[in-house]
T-cell receptor
Framework: LAKTTQPISMDSYEGQEVNITCSHN???????ITWYQQFPSQGPRFIIQ???TKVTNEVASLFIPADRKSSTLSLPRVSLSDTAVYYC??????????FGAGTTVTVRA | DAGVIQSPRHEVTEMGQEVTLRCKPI?????LFWYRQTMMRGLELLIY????????DSGMPEDRFSAKMPNASFSTLKIQPSEPRDSAVYFC???????????????FGQGTRLTVV
């Protein structure tokens, strides 16, 4: 599995855009990039997944450059309820999900 | 669908006792995962099943831990005997990878908070 590196923590304020970059230099050709969100006392929840270029859904956007060695999760206009741990995962459909330490995002009023 | 259902939500037991955690995956999902989460070690994959067969149990910490999936709608994680260092939140997740190139998306249960005293 491709190893990922992401910041340990990020602070933001309500209404701001939060961008979390994940490095995955040894990503394989058939690997997808997936982001999960985890609130305290809950299991992780799927946010978004992409292979290349840009993916957007109602929650976030995922930007992936052409070399796919990194990706950036963008959370537009965050609110206090977006305070959570965000995990970047890289893998194919080999059914094995390995979570790293994640990025703790704290949104302040 | 009600999602992945885990029971119990909380379990407090004495050291040396047997503990059984239960999981009902989402209907139709053919992959099931057991994770353990602690502050020190984060989310650790213990074992995953595909079509009820254990595919990778390399994350199971030791022989005290065992997992079974007797059918597509039920799985158990057993710890016998339990020790204080097993205290953690245990999550079960299921997924349906679908066809080639889908990647991975898993749905997690609410977890079981285990405290061994």
């Amino acid at each position: 599995l491709a190893k990922t590196t992401q910041p340990i923590s990020m602070d933001s304020y309500e209404g701001q855009e939060v961008n979390i970059t994940c490095s995955h230099n040894n990503i394989a050709t058939n690997d997808y990039i997936t982001w999960y969100q985890q609130f305290p006392s809950q299991g992780p929840r799927f946010i978004i997944q992409g292979y290349k270029t840009k993916v957007t859904n109602e929650v976030a956007s995922l930007f992936i450059p052409a070399d796919r060695k990194s990706s950036t999760l963008s959370l537009p206009r965050v609110s206090l309820s977006d305070t959570a741990v965000y995990y970047c995962l890289v893998g194919s459909n080999d059914y094995k999900l390995s979570f790293g330490a994640g990025t703790t995002v704290t949104v302040r009023a | 669908d009600a999602g992945v259902i885990q029971s119990p939500r909380h379990e407090v037991t004495e050291m040396g006792q047997e503990v059984t955690l239960r999981c009902k995956p989402i209907s139709g999902h053919n992959s099931l995962f057991w994770y353990r989460q602690t502050m020190m070690r984060g989310l650790e994959l213990l074992i995953y099943f595909n079509n009820n067969v254990p595919i990778d149990d390399s994350g199971m910490p030791e022989d005290r831990f065992s997992a079974k999936m007797p059918n597509a709608s039920f799985s158990t994680l057993k710890i016998q005997p339990s020790e204080p260092r097993d205290s953690a939140v245990y999550f079960c997740a299921s997924s349906d990878p679908g066809g080639a190139g889908v990647g991975t998306e898993a749905f997690f249960g609410q977890g079981t908070r285990l405290t061994v005293v």
